[in-house]
Nanobody, 127 residues
Framework: QVQLVESGGGLVQPGGSLRLSCAASGFTLDYYAVGWFRQAPGKEREGVSCISSSDGSARYADSVKGRFTISRDNAKNTVYLQMNSLQPEQQAVYSC????????????????????WGQGTQVTVSS
């Protein structure tokens, strides 16, 4: 059974950091591109970052470049999102996702490219 489980969310003060994890089970994650998305109440789901399956290259939304870093640990079948300098406007439910077949997605920030999703983890940025 294919499953993605996010963890690492929580409450952080503005300027603080969190590291999110996306752990996969039922398949080998390193063959798949993995995307991180976020959705705030009343807003559309937004692509945050993506790491490719081939060379591990990363893509980022302009709003997080220089502050977020995506990485993968194939031995642990896990992808991470290190988030630094968090601000209140980045508060959302963060989810990871993969396409249904081993591949690198074409339009990484389009949720329609992804077939499997985790349940999400809440990130709250508040003083």
């Amino acid at each position: 059974q294919v499953q993605l489980v996010e963890s690492g969310g929580g409450l952080v003060q503005p300027g603080g950091s969190l590291r999110l994890s996306c752990a996969a089970s039922g398949f080998t994650l390193d063959y798949y591109a993995v995307g991180w998305f976020r959705q705030a109440p009343g807003k559309e789901r937004e692509g945050v970052s993506c790491i490719s399956s081939s060379d591990g290259s990363a893509r980022y939304a302009d709003s997080v470049k220089g502050r977020f870093t995506i990485s993968r640990d194939n031995a642990k079948n896990t992808v991470y999102l290190q988030m630094n300098s968090l601000q209140p406007e980045q508060q959302a439910v963060y989810s990871c996702a993969t396409p249904g077949v081993p591949q690198t997605v074409i339009v990484w920030y389009d949720p329609r490219e992804y077939d499997y999703w985790g349940q999400g983890t809440q990130v709250t940025v508040s003083s």
